[in-house]
């Protein structure tokens, strides 16, 4: 099976048919999706102007959409070295029970769903790289009261999510499935009671 850098030299090759190039575009999104794989490409393809079915977009288009999710996965990475380097360094100090950011850290291997995008066609309009440092840099600095991509206070929780965790606040304005520990105590209480009034609204 490919690995995500020998497809981006696929997409990069112009030796290669147009219709690959997509398509390795497309497969990179199976090694590295921050929104989900639907959520990523759609997004991609949004910013770059090509159409998700189109067979024979702009080259130059597509280079670009892989120069984005490249930077995307240069932070990610950075991200997890870290990540391991703090993980080695409180089993060191004997502390083996897994915190909170070791559980979203399980979900979100190998950068599949980082950032969540239950809705497809909702996500974050700034590029992936952005969306990401904006995350990481919440998960480092704790509990705040608003989404921490689009700082959005639009926050609802559904219980009816696609992909795990299943349930979870998500941010009607961007669209990410926002990980609960970035969220205070209240923030939560508040997009729980916001579901609640939905619920009553229906009935």
């Not at 974050?124 to 990481?136: D, N, S």
């Amino acid at each position: 099976m490919a690995g995500f850098r020998s497809l981006a030299r696929q997409v990069r090759d112009p030796r290669c048919d147009l219709a690959l190039r997509r398509y390795s575009l497309r497969k990179c999104l199976e090694r590295f999706a921050p929104y989900g794989h639907r959520a990523t490409w759609d997004h991609l393809c949004s910013r770059h102007r090509f159409g998700p079915e189109d067979r024979e977009p702009d080259p130059a288009r597509l280079v670009a959409a892989l120069d984005e999710l490249e930077e995307a996965r240069a932070v990610w990475l950075a991200y997890e070295e870290q990540f391991a380097a703090r993980r080695r360094r409180e089993k060191h100090d004997g502390l083996r029970r897994p915190g909170w950011i070791d559980d979203w850290h399980r979900r979100t291997w190998g950068g599949n769903g980082i950032a969540r995008c239950d809705d497809p066609s909702l996500h974050p309009t700034v590029p992936l790289a952005e969306a990401l440092r904006r995350l990481i840099t919440a998960l480092e600095a704790g509990p705040g009261e608003h989404c921490p991509v689009c700082a959005g206070d639009a926050i609802v929780w559904r219980p009816d999510l696609s992909n795990e965790p299943w349930f979870g606040p998500v941010c009607t304005r961007c669209g990410v499935v926002v990980p609960q520990a970035v969220l205070t105590p209240e923030a939560l209480a508040l997009a729980k009671r916001g579901r609640r009034k939905e619920l009553a609204s229906v009935a």
